[in-house]
């Protein structure tokens, strides 16, 4: 169906930004794993610079996706039909998913700037290291938490 805005890649009826942004959550979840690791093993400068990049790489696409999903909506693509609208189902799962996807928008990028702020440079264990495992931790999980949420409103609006 000839729908507004361009089409994704992935071969259903999510839009272009849509995919990329399913894509790249599981990017970010293989970064962050990673990163940790970096941690475990004592490489805190490699976990400085993974997580910057990943910061300024989560602040660009939600930017770049939230102004395609105001340009062109979601909604039609969802029902499927012009016109069309999403069912209740995909909006109860919508809502859940925005819970964990506006508090990691929040938390992820104080996380990080406290971390520039408190640590040393090179960064190393310090006076901020119980405060930042605390809600470092947090974070991760709620970005794990936000993107099998986000999956699973992707498989609802778009794939069914
Ligand atoms: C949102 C961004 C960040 C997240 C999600 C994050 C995540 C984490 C996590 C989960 C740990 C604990 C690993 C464990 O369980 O032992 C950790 C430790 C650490 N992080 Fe981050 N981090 C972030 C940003 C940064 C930045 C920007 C820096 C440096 C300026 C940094 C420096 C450190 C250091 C030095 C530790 C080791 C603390 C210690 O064991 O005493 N982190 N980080």
């Known amino acids: 169906m000839d729908f507004p805005g361009p089409d994704g890649f992935l071969g259903t009826r999510a839009s272009l930004m849509l995919d990329v942004v399913v894509l790249a959550m599981a990017v970010v979840l293989v970064a962050l794993a990673w990163s940790v690791l970096q941690v475990k093993r004592g490489n805190f400068q490699l976990h400085k610079w993974t997580q910057v990049g990943l ?4 602040i660009v696409a939600v930017l770049a996706f939230e102004i395609e999903m105001r340009l062109y909506g979601w909604e039609e693509r969802s029902a499927g039909e ?4 999403a069912s209740p189902l995909t909006w109860q799962v919508l809502y859940v998913h925005l ?3 506006v508090t ?3 938390l992820w990028p104080a996380v990080a700037w406290r971390a520039l702020r408190r640590f040393p440079s090179p960064p190393a264990p310090g006076e901020h290291s119980r405060s930042h495992i605390f809600w470092a931790r947090l ?4 970005m794990t938490l936000t993107a099998v949420t ?11």
């Open 150 to 160: 986000g999956w699973t409103f992707y498989c609802v609006a778009f794939v069914r």
């Open 99 to 101: 819970v964990f996807a």
């Open 104 to 106: 990691s928008f929040f």
């Open 55 to 58: 910061t300024v790489a989560l």
């Open 139 to 142: 974070a991760a999980i709620i």
């Open 82 to 85: 012009l016109g069309g609208q």
